[in-house]
């Protein structure tokens, strides 16, 4: 199963890449670097984070269209995650800083977007949701720790549900989904059912419900990353006593 799903992921990354080449021969034309690519993306994602800050700030509980351009920008910064990429090897500028630099950008990134995230639900009075922004932010940051620990010790750690490309397109879709819906649902519609006092979904719920399910997957595929090194530990350590 595991090896399905990265065939399949590493399919479509190569057919996204077909799709960006011409542009990324562009980026080198003009002289930008993978770096600088890097820092542009980071750059894009304080701007997602100053989208919901002021939606939290100048919105009403009501206006969802931050959360749409947000989503929007959210997606574009995440474009600029493989840019970076595809720039270095096209270019012929791989270097070990570069790869570094990349990885701890993208981890501001993310805290930084979800900054913006828990600043608009606490703002709207979105409490449980905030809750959950945060829990997927820790949820998110322990995949790619796990990760980098396991590649530390010399043991190869990757796949699951929830890695940083499914992160940032599961944000930015819904988010543009959550906007464009209260345009024509009402940013504040709210469905009820028979003998229920509360409301069992409303527009908002399109942006927070997925959230929710990161918070879950994001921990899920942290802990299999890590029951996945504990299984590579011990056959080394067995091949090892064996040797």
């Given at each position: 199963m595991?090896?399905?799903?990265?065939?399949?992921?590493?399919?479509?990354?190569?057919?996204?890449?077909?799709?960006?080449?011409?542009?990324?021969?562009?980026?080198?034309?003009?002289?930008?670097?993978?770096?600088?690519?890097?820092?542009?993306?980071?750059?894009?994602?304080?701007?997602?984070?100053?989208?919901?800050?002021?939606?939290?700030?100048?919105?009403?509980?009501?206006?969802?269209?931050?959360?749409?351009?947000?989503?929007?920008?959210?997606?574009f910064a995440g474009l600029f995650d493989m840019l970076d990429g595809q720039v270095a090897r096209l270019g012929n500028m791989k270097s070990t800083f570069g790869a570094l630099y990349d990885s701890v950008l993208d981890r501001y990134s993310e805290q930084i977007m979800f900054l913006g995230i828990c600043y608009y639900l606490v703002a709207h009075h979105y409490f449980l949701s905030s809750i959950f922004a945060f829990i997927a932010l820790m949820g998110s940051m322990m995949v790619s720790y796990v990760r980098a620990r396991a590649e530390g010790l010399g043991i190869e750690c990757s796949g699951g549900l929830m890695q940083r490309p499914e992160r940032v397109v599961t944000l930015g879709v819904f988010a543009i989904i959550c906007g464009v819906a209260s345009l024509y649902m009402g940013g504040d519609y709210k469905l009820y059912v028979p003998g229920i006092r509360f409301h069992v979904f409303e527009t908002m719920s399109i942006f927070t419900i997925p959230i929710t399910m990161m918070a879950i997957l994001t921990n899920i595929t942290a802990y299999n990353r890590l029951m996945g090194s504990k299984k590579s530990i011990e056959e080394m350590e067995k091949n090892n006593k064996e040797d």
């Amino acid at each position: 199963m595991m090896e399905q799903q990265t065939s399949a992921r590493k399919n479509l990354q190569l057919g996204i890449y077909k799709v960006i080449d011409p542009f990324v021969k562009v980026l080198i034309k003009l002289g930008l670097t993978p770096n600088a690519v890097t820092t542009i993306g980071f750059v894009l994602n304080i701007g997602v984070a100053v989208i919901f800050i002021i939606g939290g700030e100048k919105g009403n509980r009501g206006d969802l269209t931050y959360i749409g351009w947000a989503g929007a920008l959210i997606l574009f910064a995440g474009l600029f995650d493989m840019l970076d990429g595809q720039v270095a090897r096209l270019g012929n500028m791989k270097s070990t800083f570069g790869a570094l630099y990349d990885s701890v950008l993208d981890r501001y990134s993310e805290q930084i977007m979800f900054l913006g995230i828990c600043y608009y639900l606490v703002a709207h009075h979105y409490f449980l949701s905030s809750i959950f922004a945060f829990i997927a932010l820790m949820g998110s940051m322990m995949v790619s720790y796990v990760r980098a620990r396991a590649e530390g010790l010399g043991i190869e750690c990757s796949g699951g549900l929830m890695q940083r490309p499914e992160r940032v397109v599961t944000l930015g879709v819904f988010a543009i989904i959550c906007g464009v819906a209260s345009l024509y649902m009402g940013g504040d519609y709210k469905l009820y059912v028979p003998g229920i006092r509360f409301h069992v979904f409303e527009t908002m719920s399109i942006f927070t419900i997925p959230i929710t399910m990161m918070a879950i997957l994001t921990n899920i595929t942290a802990y299999n990353r890590l029951m996945g090194s504990k299984k590579s530990i011990e056959e080394m350590e067995k091949n090892n006593k064996e040797d």
